[in-house]
């Protein structure tokens, strides 16, 4: 009896974080939408960089090898197509993975507002300092506006 409680509580709890994930994120697509997103940092490390360990996202922000600094998102060309991939993600429970991609968004006063990384292939994803499996467009949609800047 006690045993199956706690997978009640566990399946309970999974259910519950699913959701808060995608909470936060559809909060980053209301975000943008509202114009409360100023700034985007998009980092890379290339996938053929080899590591002794896993790529963690603090590791990716201190050790990226490109980074490019949207300065306004709110006058950016892509921002309605970002919205777009953005509002596609549906967010899953995932596994830490060797991350090589991230999204940091910043609010007027400089304060981060969420990150999402991922790794080379787009199959495994961190929401802030969450594993997660992002499914929808946002990953091809990054490798599409971005890889060729970084290659």
């Known amino acids: 009896m006690i045993r199956s409680g706690w997978v009640g509580l566990l399946m309970v709890s999974g259910i519950w974080a699913q959701g808060n994930m995608q909470e936060r994120l559809n909060a980053l697509v209301d975000s943008l939408a ?15 960089v080899t590591t002794r360990t896993r790529m963690s996202a603090q590791m990716l ?3 990226f090898h490109y980074r490019l600094t949207i300065g306004d998102v709110r006058l950016w060309s892509g921002k309605d197509s970002l919205t777009a991939a953005l509002r596609s993600v549906r967010v899953k429970p995932g596994e830490p993975a060797d991350l090589r991609w991230g999204l940091i968004f910043y609010a007027l ?14 199959a495994s994803a961190q929401l802030g300092d969450v594993p997660a499996v992002l499914e929808g ?12 800047v970084f290659e």
């Open 109 to 122: 006063n400089g304060r981060r507002m969420e990150s999402l990384y991922f790794d080379g292939d787009g």
């Open 137 to 148: 467009k946002l990953f091809s949609w990054i490798r599409e506006r971005f890889a060729g």
């Open 34 to 48: 509202a114009n409360s997103v100023v700034r985007m940092d998009i980092l890379q490390i290339p996938a053929e």
């Open 61 to 63: 922000e201190r050790q």
